[in-house]
Nanobody, 123 residues
Framework: QVQLVESGGGLVQPGGSLRLSCAGSGRTFGSLTMAWFRQAPGKEREFVAAISWLGGSTYYADSMKGRFTISRDNSKNTLYLQMNSLKPEDTAVYYC????????????????WGKGTLVTVSS
């Protein structure tokens, strides 16, 4: 079993930045592909970014490329998402996800979910 706890959400103005963290425990964190998903009010949960178990490969949704950066520190069992140039449409609950699959870009291959952290982008 894997437990994932997100932190770092909050209210930020358009154009601002936030860094989300996800602390993992349980099964060996370093053996899992990690990802971020988000769900805006009234919308389906969508893929944001993913990172391979050693951090050598990263994947991003097109709308996040160049603005968001996913990273991980396996020595700390922690996943990060640096979000820059935030827009009101980035407002959502952001979820940390883990999978034993090599590539994770869809919700149906996620094995473990965190409870989410709310990011609100508003002036």
């Amino acid at each position: 079993q894997v437990q994932l706890v997100e932190s770092g959400g909050g209210l930020v103005q358009p154009g601002g930045s936030l860094r989300l963290s996800c602390a993992g425990s349980g099964r060996t964190f370093g053996s899992l592909t990690m990802a971020w998903f988000r769900q805006a009010p009234g919308k389906e949960r969508e893929f944001v970014a993913a990172i391979s178990w050693l951090g050598g490969s990263t994947y991003y949704a097109d709308s996040m490329k160049g603005r968001f950066t996913i990273s991980r520190d396996n020595s700390k069992n922690t996943l990060y998402l640096q979000m820059n140039s935030l827009k009101p449409e980035d407002t959502a609950v952001y979820y940390c996800a883990a999978s034993g699959r090599r590539v994770v870009t869809a919700i149906n291959v996620v094995d473990y979910w965190g409870k989410g952290t709310l990011v609100t982008v508003s002036s």
